[in-house]
């Protein structure tokens, strides 16, 4: 396959190799996001330079791991001449780099170093011995190019780029790499002749994941796709959740409680409530279910919010994952039970209750990762600040309210969002003014803003022609978010 979209992130490689000084690039991103491809592909026909790529093995021992690399550094620069073995890192740095000053002065090499976290096992000394040899000898040289790279967002965070060691500030670039936006889907799957609808459809199953788009299969409709990824024994969508959190974090089971106690709640669960419930349950520590949580934030799975005017207080999380969201809902209650269902499964359930609260709660996840084509699409500045809003009243002649999505404006005015997922053109009439309405008038009481209130509905499907579609102020449609 050809390395499509990532243009930011191949701006970034490109100037990483053509530098005149020895670079450190450190790459992180959720499992399956495509990074090794991304690097892989980028450098597979450049004939300017050397690519040794070694990649670490999760639970394998140190010995293991420095043999691997070895064995890696002779394919390389020795032509598989079998070499001293070693032990340690300190062996396997050592004579890559004797192999680094001899090679051709004209030669540029990558250093890949993939899933990274996994070759340092406990006891291991790899970063002290990274940060050795990259300060004392491969930061020397410049044609040396390093990468460093790993799925556990939080532990390339932690311990390359906040390194407080000898490594603090040696990177020199880096990528976060993240799922696929809808336009870039769109590129992905051009061959595909998918519709935005179709492409929405998937993206609220998928979230965007570029692994899972390459097993959508020609010939099937959207929901036959669905039913061949996540609704039998071999699904590839069925052990992904297992998988994915048992690679990404130290603490699996935590994370996985935690994103669980989170989807209950499609509003959002509170900090307070989250930091209760886990200590009522008597299972960890409240410093360590705040460590997780930002965890899950780092890899993408959940998100923070802090409620317009609360900088403090009010923070609540919401999954934002669309896969994760998807899995716990539909997947999960079910998956022991695929002998029982029929063909078509996924078919069936399109339209119930059921699938129409998924939908919205997926669908305006969605649209918080495309928050910089609503702006554009409202034509207001990037510094607008997107938030959201909720209130909630103790007291029984006092109505409480939610907004969706909010965007803070520097021209004195506020666009409180409404966000419909629906099938058909979604239909304005009173009711659902009334309501936008009362949600303003509480906002504005609780708030005490004096700005000025725009409107704006977010639509999946459009709005019906009518005469209430001149109360908003924007419609916001799914060609806006490509």
Known sequence: MKLVSRSHEQSILEDFVESNQAEFLAIYGRRRIGKTYLVRQYFKNNKKVLFCNVTGSKNTPLNLQVERFIEEVSKTFYRSIPLQKGKRWDDAFKILTKALEEISPRKKVILFFDEFPW???????????????????????????????????SWIVKNIINNKGGLHNRITKK??????????VEDFLKDKKLTRSQI?????????????????????????????????????????????????????PLCKDLIRLINKKKSGVSQEDILKNMSH????????????????????????????????????????????????????????????FEEGYWEKQQGSSQWCAWAGYNFEALCYKHINKIKNALKIK????????????????????????????????????????????????????????SKTQVFKAVTRTKKQIFWTLISAAGVQRSKHVKELSNVITLDDLF
């Open 200 to 252: 929405v459809q998937l993206y609220m199953v998928t979230g965007g994941i570029p692994y899972y788009l390459t097993h959508i299969k020609n010939g099937l409709s959207i929901a036959q796709n669905v039913d061949f990824l996540a609704f039998g024994k071999d699904g590839l969508l069925v052990s992904e959740f297992d998988n994915l959190f048992s690679s990404l974090f130290e603490n699996a």
């Open 281 to 340: 349950s008597g299972q960890t520590k409240g410093g360590t279910v705040l460590k997780n949580l930002e965890d899950l934030e780092m890899c993408g799975f959940i998100k923070r919010f802090k409620p317009y005017l609360h900088k403090r207080r009010g923070v609540y999380y919401k999954i934002i994952d669309e896969y994760t969201a998807f899995y716990l809902n539909w997947i999960d209650p079910i998956k022991d039970q695929f002998d029982e």
């Open 119 to 153: 070759m340092a096992t406990k006891n291991s000394r790899l970063l002290g011995t990274l940060d050795y040899y990259w300060n004392q000898h491969w930061s020397q040289n410049k044609r040396v190019k390093l990468i460093i790279c790993g799925s556990s967002a």
């Open 175 to 184: 990528i976060k790499l993240e799922p696929f936006k809808l336009d870039e």
């Open 382 to 437: 990037a510094s607008a600040i997107a938030s959201t809003w909720r209130f909630s009243s103790a007291k029984p002649n006092q109505n409480g309210a939610q907004i969706d999505l909010l965007f803070d404006r520097t021209d004195d005015t506020i666009s409180l969002c409404e966000i419909k997922y629906t099938q058909k053109p979604f239909k304005i009439d009173s009711t659902f003014l009334d309501d936008f309405q």
